[in-house]
Nanobody, 125 residues
Framework: QIQVAESGGGLVQAGGSLNLSCAAS????????MGWFRQAPGKEREGVSC????????FYVESVKGRFTISRDYLNSTVYLQMDNLKPEDTGVYYC??????????????????WGQGTQVTVST
C-alpha cells in the first residue's frame, strides 16, 4: 500500500507561482509513476501532469505547457509541481496520485490506484 499527501496549495494572484509537493509513503521501494490532477468548481477532474517511474517524457496538458514543471526527488519519495504564471482558470483542488511502474506516464485517472486528499489552489485576478 502507498499513501500520498499533497501540500503547498494556497491563494495567489494571477501571474504568481506556487510549488506543490506530493510525498509518497508506505511501500515506496516499489517504483511508482505519479501524476497531478485538478478539479475546478463545477467541472470534472482533469489530468494536469505526470512523471514516469524513471522520469522519462513528463506529460503536461496543453493548457499548462510552458508554465508548470513536474519533477521528482527519489531520495525523499516526493514529486513537485512548480506552477508559474498562474491564471484564474488554474483554480481548483489539486490531487496527487500514484501507480506502479511504467516506463512512460499518462493522466488516465483509472490507471492510478493511490490518491491524496487534495490541496486547494486559488488564483485571484
Amino acid at each position: 500500500q502507498i499513501q500520498v499527501a499533497e501540500s503547498g496549495g494556497g491563494l495567489v494572484q494571477a501571474g504568481g507561482s506556487l510549488n506543490l509537493s506530493c510525498a509518497a509513503s508506505g511501500r515506496t521501494l516499489i517504483p511508482i509513476t505519479m501524476g497531478w490532477f485538478r478539479q475546478a468548481p463545477g467541472k470534472e477532474r482533469e489530468g494536469v501532469s505526470c512523471i514516469s517511474t524513471f522520469g522519462e517524457r513528463p506529460f503536461y496538458v496543453e493548457s499548462v505547457k510552458g508554465r508548470f514543471t513536474i519533477s521528482r526527488d527519489y531520495l525523499n519519495s516526493t514529486v513537485y509541481l512548480q506552477m508559474d504564471n498562474l491564471k484564474p482558470e488554474d483554480t481548483g483542488v489539486y490531487y496527487c496520485a500514484a501507480m506502479g511502474f511504467t516506463r512512460f506516464c499518462s493522466v488516465v485517472e483509472k490507471s492510478y490506484q493511490f490518491w491524496g486528499q487534495g490541496t486547494q489552489v486559488t488564483v485571484s485576478t
